[in-house]
């Protein structure tokens, strides 16, 4: 019987990985509007998280990366406007730079955000 491989894992939408960054942060809708000094709306960010809305302009892009200290062209990428083989190279830099190590495959990535999401919940509660 022949091995089969494994596809890669699909990468979340925009949408839900915003949402997942989100929820790491610590912050509600309400606070994200607040930090971008309401460029974002939390009704924006909303439908953004649900994926009513697919291509955010590279502006709103760029001020949620700063907020949730997240890479600019991962989320370049993830809104298609950059091609992933553009974005790589600057994605492992600043996967390396935010969890000081290189290479995280998606798994790994979605898992600590999963678990910074949670520790950050441990303490506000």
Do not use: C, W
Not at 22 to 44: D, M, P
Not at 84 to 112: C, D, H, V
């Amino acid at each position: 019987m022949a091995e089969h491989e494994e596809s890669p894992p699909e990468k979340p939408s925009l949408g839900r990985h915003l949402a997942a960054l989100r929820r790491a942060a610590g912050l509600t809708l309400r606070q994200v509007e607040e930090a971008t000094n309401k460029e974002v709306s939390n009704a924006y960010l909303s439908q953004l998280e649900n994926d009513k809305i697919n291509k955010p302009s590279p502006n709103i892009l760029y001020v949620l990366s700063g907020v949730y200290s997240t890479s600019y062209e991962d989320l370049m990428e993830r809104a298609g406007y950059l091609a992933a083989e553009a974005a790589g190279s600057a994605r492992r830099r600043a996967r390396a730079a935010t969890f000081a190590i290189e290479n995280l495959t998606p798994e790994e990535e979605k898992a600590l955000i999963a678990y910074l999401g949670f520790i950050r919940q441990q303490k506000n509660a």
